[in-house]
């Protein structure tokens, strides 16, 4: 069974600092691994994906993974209130697009102005 | 911008009836997708679909569900007799080959 492990929150953050989000898998097969936000009542956005290890930058999101310890993150700089919102982490196993993804429950930001 | 397209945004039924949900996948993706998210729950794939077959399935994918590529363009999902349990919104979602899902705006189904 495919586990994806996120602090559901919620994770409060002053505006213009850092938010850091973090998530752990379960199958050391994934290989593609994902974060989508999603708002109240909205369906998943693509943030960021990243598929080796190390980090990713893309804007005021970077996204960080360790294959090894099986846990991939995603900070955000500069936060602002319109980043108020759940974050998923999704995981994608190895074989590629007929995969489907397996979701973390989400965390909560919420972005204090 | 193209984009995942899905009808109805809502439908309510009651329960033991046939529901058939429609998306339109980004034209030149190859992969499609089933979601469901029932209130206040983690997202769940429900099944993918490759060159007019189905690629995988999960476990709550059983025989009430089925998938259909009717034309080039539509993408549906019916479900055969829907219980009370079905409620939950449906996210179709499609990819090309780089593997990244897009994710439609959801329908909401309510089964009462």
């Known amino acids: 069974q495919k586990e994806v492990e996120q602090n559901s929150g919620p994770l409060s953050v002053p505006e213009g600092a850092i938010a850091s989000l973090n998530c752990t898998y379960s199958d050391r097969g994934s290989q593609s691994f994902f974060w989508y936000r999603q708002y109240s009542g909205k369906s998943p956005e693509l943030i960021m994906f990243?598929?080796?290890?190390g980090d990713k930058e893309d804007g005021r999101f970077t996204a960080q993974l360790n294959k090894a310890s099986q846990y991939v993150s995603l900070l955000i700089r500069d936060s602002q209130p319109s980043d108020s919102a759940t974050y998923l982490c999704?995981?994608?196993?190895?074989?590629?697009?007929?995969?489907?993804?397996?979701f973390g429950k989400g965390t909560h930001l919420i972005i204090q102005p | 911008e193209p984009e995942v397209t899905q009808t109805p945004s809502h439908q309510v039924t009651q329960m033991g009836q046939e529901v058939i949900l429609r998306c339109v996948p980004i034209?030149?993706?190859?992969?499609f997708y089933w979601y469901r998210q029932i209130l206040g729950q983690k997202v769940e794939f429900l099944v993918s679909f490759y060159n007019n077959e189905i690629s995988e399935k999960s476990e709550i994918f059983d025989d009430q569900f089925s998938v259909e590529r009717p034309d080039g363009s539509n993408f549906t999902l019916k479900i055969r007799s829907t219980k009370l349990e079905d409620s939950a919104m449906y996210f179709c979602?499609?990819?090309?080959?780089?593997?990244?899902?897009?994710f439609g705006p959801g329908t909401r189904l309510l089964v009462l």
């Open positions: 034209s030149n993706h190859l992969y």
């Open positions: 990243i598929y080796s290890n």
């Open positions: 999704a995981v994608q196993g190895s074989g590629g697009g007929a995969d489907g993804l397996t």
């Open positions: 979602a499609s990819s090309d080959l780089q593997e990244t899902q897009y």
